[in-house]
């Protein structure tokens, strides 16, 4: 089990535009080039010798990018390098590396298709010295085993000196961070919420099944794909550790569930039984029906065969890391006494209401009194306001509430999805009607438009670095060693 003991306080995104600046600054980029011959060393996605990406990623088959990238080790014979890319920008900074834009170079890959690429560069001297080279280590391992359509694609991954380059998707639609700024009240509606939070709760279930409890979700970290669906980012904080997939019927997990409901634990109202809804309009939808077509229902539902369900929840992970971002802590990873895989539900439950509200529910005047507020102060949720909204909104309000009343529980023992992880979360009425298996057929709330998006026409990095740092711009015929691609940065 890999732990870190480094703490990220920081609510920027790595991968958000013009963010604060990391440790690695653009100029160490060009200083510390110069002095080396150049020489790049290409690994497999899984860590292995000379392909430059993974083996096979099947939900990527027939992407344009990943195809080029095949294309290109073919040609190369594996070799991929710096060298094979074009920097086009330095578009995010993080607390371990930069985020640059970068587009296979025509020259060096004939007939291949141009598609753009994020290429996240780490000093690996520099994290030694801060003592978090283990992270970096960490994301590399966990970007290269994963191969889900809500979670990042690792395509290469090379050595150039003393930095580390993985090359990745680019998503051009922004964070939701940025994304909810732009909505009517600088929130998003339920449905969109919904839609949100069923994406990354299947990225979640997969990261668990995998062994990784991620610990770092928040809007910023939280991608928009082209075509308006969403990628997890950033994984230098994650846990890695053993995952035991297990059988469970609902009767078995209903009774471990009541037993564990029956154990005292705290008082507050965020641990109260939830309310059911009185409003009238909720009324005649809980009525519909005769009582006879209920009792119907009832039994053709009890002449069913139960079936078992596959549980992969890390239940065993134990971590006292402090780390994360403030307002999204879960009360375990403050106290220090150890947290596992709930502290995923805490976050998406912190998570949906940002979302909803458009701020966290313990967000204090400074850092020590949201943790304060973390550990002491009861959930509350923002006043009603019924007017012009309608009972179905109204309803599903309601819902959203109540789910994420059951993750913030401060007892983790209590929260929703502890035992039977994604399982348990998605039975909730909130995500009644939710087909996850063709959940990617359903249309986003937001596309990104034309504007938003990075063309590929637009100028080269040379003209956009030098415009923002001052640099020289350079010629398009110039010849490009690889010390020579960071001076633009």
């Known amino acids: 089990m890999t732990d870190h003991s480094d703490y990220d306080s920081s609510r920027s995104s790595s991968t958000v535009p013009d963010s604060g600046r990391s440790y690695v600054s653009d100029t160490s980029f060009s200083s510390s080039l110069r002095s080396f011959g150049g020489e790049s060393t290409t690994t497999t996605a899984g860590g292995g010798a000379a392909s430059g990406a993974g083996a096979g990623k099947p939900h990527k088959a027939n992407h344009a990018a990943w195809e080029a990238m095949k294309r290109l080790r073919l040609e190369t014979a594996g070799g991929v390098g710096l060298d094979h890319f074009r920097l086009l920008r330095r578009v995010g900074s993080g607390d371990i590396g930069n985020v640059y834009l970068c587009r296979l170079r025509r020259a060096s890959a004939a007939e291949v298709p141009e598609c753009m690429y994020a290429m996240k560069v780490v000093d690996r001297e520099a994290l030694a010295f801060r003592k978090k080279l283990e992270r970096a280590e960490t994301e590399k391992e966990i970007l290269g085993m994963l191969d889900h359509p809500f979670l990042p694609t690792l395509y290469a991954q090379f050595d150039v000196s003393h930095y580390s380059c993985l ?49 770092d979700l928040k809007p910023e970290n939280v991608l928009v794909r082209d075509d308006g669906h969403i990628m997890l980012s950033d994984f230098d904080l994650s846990l890695k550790c053993d995952v035991m997939p297990r059988l469970m019927t609902p009767e078995t997990a209903t009774a471990t569930t009541t037993a564990v409901e029956r154990t005292p634990f705290c008082s507050g109202p965020s641990c109260a039984i939830h309310m059911k809804p009185v409003l ?189 740092h001052g640099k020289r711009e350079r010629g398009a015929s110039a010849t490009y060693s690889i010390p020579q691609y960071f001076e633009y940065f």
């Open 167 to 215: 090359v990745m998707e680019f998503c051009p639609g922004g964070d939701l961070h940025t994304v909810r700024q732009r909505q009517p009240g600088r929130r998003f509606s339920v449905s969109s919420t919904k839609f949100y939070a069923a994406e990354i709760l299947l990225a979640l279930e997969y990261l668990h099944m995998m062994g990784v409890v991620y610990r």
């Open 280 to 468: 009238t309009c909720f009324y005649g939808a809980a009525n519909r029906g005769s009582g006879s077509e209920k009792d119907h229902k009832k039994k053709e539902k009890e002449r069913r065969p139960i079936e078992p369900e596959l549980v992969a929840e890390p239940v065993s992970a134990r971590s006292r890391s402090f780390v994360g971002t403030h307002e999204y802590l879960a009360p375990e990873v403050i106290s220090g006494l150890g947290h596992g895989s709930e502290v995923d539900w805490w976050t998406l439950g912190v998570f949906m209401y940002e979302l909803l509200f458009g701020r966290t529910p313990f967000k204090g005047e400074d850092n020590e009194k949201t943790l304060i507020n973390i550990i002491k102060q009861p959930l509350r949720f923002p006043r009603l306001d019924i007017n012009g909204t309608s009972c179905r909104d109204m309803e599903e309000l309601v819902k959203a509430r109540d789910l994420i009343s059951r993750l913030l529980v401060k007892n983790p023992k209590r929260r929703i999805g502890s035992l039977r992880g994604a399982v348990e979360i998605k039975r909730h009425e909130f995500f009644k009607g939710v087909n996850w298996a063709l959940i990617r057929t359903v249309k986003p709330p937001e596309i990104p438009k034309e504007s938003q998006r990075v063309r590929n026409k637009e100028p080269v990095g040379g003209v956009v670095a030098a415009q923002r």
